[in-house]
């Protein structure tokens, strides 16, 4: 889980990188230019024949309290689906781990088993850690070359998509 440090609001107000105000902000240009327009007009030539109820804001509110309540539900769906399938990967990757810790062939010796098992361990992680930063957008190149031979990290590092490469 991404757990980001506590923030003020006012940082969090003018925090554009990550948000959708990048997709959104000629829609918020155009409509804050579209209301300044009319209030200037509505000011300058003191136009006011008209009245105003609550009624259409009241529908409008109680539409987008359904619509935002809907968004939110299923918006947490995903991320519980989400948290759900990456704590089962985790649970299969340490009973592999362990399944390896404690595999015994009656053909092969202890020295040669150990280096298989480390090998095989290391990589189990470095999957896990690739997984991690790929689905993060980010690069896993610190967390996974400590756990990877130099020619495999060279081969996972050219890689567009590293958490394949690493379980081939």
């Known amino acids: 889980m991404i757990v980001k440090d506590k923030v003020s609001w006012v940082r969090l107000l003018f925090h554009f990188r990550g948000s959708s105000f990048m997709e959104t902000w000629p829609r918020i240009l155009t409509v804050t230019v579209t209301a300044s327009v009319v209030t200037y007009i509505e000011l300058y030539y003191s136009i006011q024949a008209y009245t105003l109820t609550t009624t259409p804001f009241l529908l409008v509110g109680v539409a987008l309290g359904i619509f935002l ?88 590092a050219a890689a567009k998509h590293r958490p394949l490469i690493i379980l081939q």
């Open 69 to 156: 309540g809907f968004r939110n539900s299923a918006s947490y769906d995903k991320f519980w689906e989400g948290r759900k399938l990456w704590g089962a990967l985790v649970n299969t990757a340490r009973s592999l781990t362990r399944q390896i810790c404690h595999m015994a062939d009656s053909r092969q010796s202890y020295e040669t088993l150990q280096p298989f098992q480390a090998m095989f361990v290391k990589r189990i992680i470095a999957f896990a850690h690739a997984l991690r930063c790929h689905l993060r957008n980010q690069e896993p190149f610190e967390e996974i070359k400590k756990f990877l031979p130099a020619d495999d990290y060279a081969a996972v």
